[in-house]
Nanobody, 115 residues
Framework: QVQLVESGGGLVQPGGSLRLSCAAS????????IGWYRRAPGKQLELVAT???????FYVDSVKGRVTISRDNAKKTVYLQMNSLKAEDTAVYYC?????????WGQGTQVTVSL
């Protein structure tokens, strides 16, 4: 089973930036479309962005223009560059397969946007 480790979160002021990383334990990871998801306090898990194995990307409207998803298959890692952060981006961020099936969920990484 592929294990995922998210990192890069933290406390940042509105307008700031963070780069999240999702590192996988197996090369199998590279064969799949990967999504970044987030769960804000009191809310359900929501999709943020996806990237296919060939690098085609998708963003939900709420982050479009502020977020860039990328992957480095040699490192078995997917990144989420987040700029112009807003308070409503505060959440625990997770990565996993997008579509049917999932890898073992990681612990996530907390992003807090606050003064």
């Amino acid at each position: 089973q592929v294990q995922l480790v998210e990192s890069g979160g933290g406390l940042v002021q509105p307008g700031g930036s963070l780069r999240l990383s999702c590192a996988a334990s197996s090369d199998i990871f590279n064969n799949y479309t990967i999504g970044w998801y987030r769960r804000a306090p009191g809310k359900q898990l929501e999709l943020v962005a996806t990237i296919t194995s060939s690098g085609v990307t998708f963003y939900v409207d709420s982050v479009k223009g502020r977020v860039t998803i990328s992957r480095d298959n040699a490192k078995k890692t997917v990144y989420l560059q987040m700029n112009s952060l807003k308070a409503e981006d505060t959440a625990v961020y997770y990565c996993n397969r997008y579509g049917s099936g999932s890898f073992i969920w990681g612990q996530g990484t907390q992003v807090t946007v606050s003064l």
